[in-house]
């Protein structure tokens, strides 16, 4: 089989996978934009390997779970992690929590609020009798 050969079938396997996952969802779980605080708190308690924080939004996602307020996904990622952190893997447990963090996608209200921030201009600072920005 021949370079050009090889490398249209690479794509082509790629692009097959790439359509696949986007079909059967694969990838990180979504979490809502409500429950995100969740994940930076899992994320903090974790890396930094403190069982109280832990604990903190273990009882938070319980409150929410007796609620009825997390979705299943939400759930089942949130659990992963506790239970990580739980048998004592805590570099397993950062790394979820980091996944799922680094995984969320922006909602149409997260890219609206950016869109409309206003920023304070950048300050001028003066070295010998230059301005620099």
Do not use: N
Request: hydrophobic share 40%.
């Amino acid at each position: 089989m021949s370079i050009e050969a090889r490398a249209r079938t690479a794509v082509a396997a790629t692009l097959l996978t790439a359509l696949a996952c986007g079909l059967a969802g694969c990838g990180v779980e979504q979490v809502a934009p409500e429950h995100r605080e969740i994940i930076l708190q899992l994320a903090t308690a974790t890396s930094t390997r403190d069982p109280k924080l832990l604990e903190t939004a273990a009882a938070e996602i319980d409150r929410l779970a007796a609620a009825k307020e997390l979705g299943d996904g939400e759930g089942r990622a949130f659990g992963a992690i506790r239970e990580a952190a739980a048998s004592g893997d805590w570099d397993r447990a950062r790394d979820l929590a980091y996944a799922l963090r680094d995984g969320q996608e922006p909602t149409a209200e997260d890219l609206d609020r950016v869109a409309k921030r206003t920023l304070r201009a950048p300050r001028q600072v003066e070295t010998k009798g230059k301005a620099h920005r």
